[in-house]
């Protein structure tokens, strides 16, 4: 008797052990599909964001940025920009007359610039200043969902829409900024706000999309107001207009093909 009781004693505490080590595991699972499920929202959340700012297929756009301080204008430039897929990009310099034939060449994320008086494109960095408070990356590279890895880390209302709130973790050190904070609209997928933070976490500019209006063939943002985190008071103002769907060829997105473009 005694025997057979140990025996069943070890029975049960051999399926107890087992259990202990399945419930842990099953847990491990659960919370892995879980947090692959949320990343997987998040990203499709930023996907949808980023097909109501710019078209995913080839386009053509002008931009007109104005920088000021304490509301007065200290510059202002043009720009138009032709763009493939997010990935491959031409700006160039329309305005000031001074500053006209110098183009900008992204692909992927590498960056050229092609000026008149130079025999060789120039190499730059997507987050080193183009005007203002605009980086190089704000205008020749506007992809977030290929910089970024997205996590949701809430809503907010404000006023009276919700919002998701996107944290952005950049996906190399070579993408605009390390971190982008995004507020994306909950019903429609519209941005609506970021914040930009350096690699230490410092804020570095705020901005917001303004202006929705139909542009190539949805609602889009016209203008981006890009402000200094310290100083408000100093901003950037990126007028978007004249925006049309192109039949862009591969071709034209070539170092050997900047100097053919007017």
Partial sequence: MIAVTRRLCGSMAAIAALSLTIVPSALAQAQTTTSSQEDQGARIILQKADEVRFPAQGFEVSVAIQTSQHGQVTEA????????????????????????GQIMLMKGRDLWVFLPD????????LAQRLTGQVANGDIARANFSGDYSPKLVGTEKIVDQTYYVLDLSAVDRWVTYQRVRLWVGQTNYWPHKADFFSLSGRLLKT??????????????????VM????????QSVLDYSNMKLRDLPDKIFSKDYLKKLD
């Fill in 77 to 100: 430039r043009e720009y138009k920009v032709l763009s493939k897929g997010n990935e491959d990009t031409i700006v160039m310099i329309t305005a000031p007359a001074s500053e006209r």
């Fill in 227 to 234: 402000s200094d985190a310290l100083r408000e008071e100093e």
């Fill in 118 to 125: 130079v025999s060789q494109p120039v190499r730059l960095s």
């Fill in 207 to 224: 901005c917001r999309y303004e202006g929705f209006k139909q542009i190539a063939g949805r609602m889009r943002p016209s203008r981006l």
